[in-house]
Nanobody, 119 residues
Framework: QVRLMESGGGLVQAGGSLRLSCAAS????????MGWHRQAPGKQRELVAI?????STHYADSVKGRFAISRDGARVILQMNNLTPEDTAVYYC???????????????WGQGTQVTVST
């Protein structure tokens, strides 16, 4: 069974930085894309950033120039700089993963980690 485990997050003042990390664990799987979504209170879940197996990236307009996503094998990092209170949300690691035995190809989600940015 493939699992995504997140670490990082917490409380930071506006203008500060945080680093989120996520690792996929299990056996017999391959990863197509990994990324991060977030959900703020009272708002819909939204894509923050995604990275492909070839290193290509996509960012939400609201985080371009401030956030950077990187990947090392089955681990994905989200470096968040110049944070604002609007970045406060639960951040979820996501991955489009193919598991060989038993075969499946689907999206996996982590349990979420809270990021709170104070004024």
């Amino acid at each position: 069974q493939v699992r995504l485990m997140e670490s990082g997050g917490g409380l930071v003042q506006a203008g500060g930085s945080l680093r989120l990390s996520c690792a996929a664990s299990g056996s017999g799987f391959s990863i197509q894309t990994m990324g991060w979504h977030r959900q703020a209170p009272g708002k819909q879940r939204e894509l923050v950033a995604i990275i492909g197996s070839d290193g290509s990236t996509h960012y939400a307009d609201s985080v371009k120039g401030r956030f950077a996503i990187s990947r090392d094998g089955a681990r994905v990092i989200l470096q968040m700089n110049n944070l604002t209170p609007e970045d406060t949300a639960v951040y979820y690691c996501t991955g489009k993963i193919t598991q060989i035995v038993p075969w499946s190809e689907r999206d996996y989600w982590g349990q979420g980690t809270q990021v709170t940015v104070s004024t």
